[in-house]
């Protein structure tokens, strides 16, 4: 019974020591994401991001529309002669 108990703890002991792992890993891979967000676009936390991205978003939707009303008047003026 003390053989199966010392596993145990033995088993846990490596099981906990896996999550610690896997945890410093994750946390340099979030800390590398953090770092390129900031390199990229200047944004330090998901909010700045967020917030950035929001705006980006409405730049494209204004871009895509004057997009949209050039090619609308090119080929008004192509139908038109």
């Avoid at 145990?8 to 800390?31: P, V």
């Avoid at 330090?44 to 997009?67: G, Q, S, V």
């Amino acid at each position: 019974m003390t053989q199966n108990i010392a596993s145990d703890l033995l088993k846990m002991k490596e099981e906990a020591q896996q999550a610690k792992t896997k945890l410093d890993e994750t946390k340099g891979k979030l800390k590398g994401h953090y770092e390129r967000l900031e390199k990229d676009f200047g944004c330090k936390t998901l909010e700045e991001a967020d917030k950035k991205l929001n705006i980006m978003d409405k730049e494209l939707d204004k871009k895509e529309k004057k997009l949209e009303d050039g090619y609308n008047k090119l080929k008004d003026e192509i139908n038109a002669n």
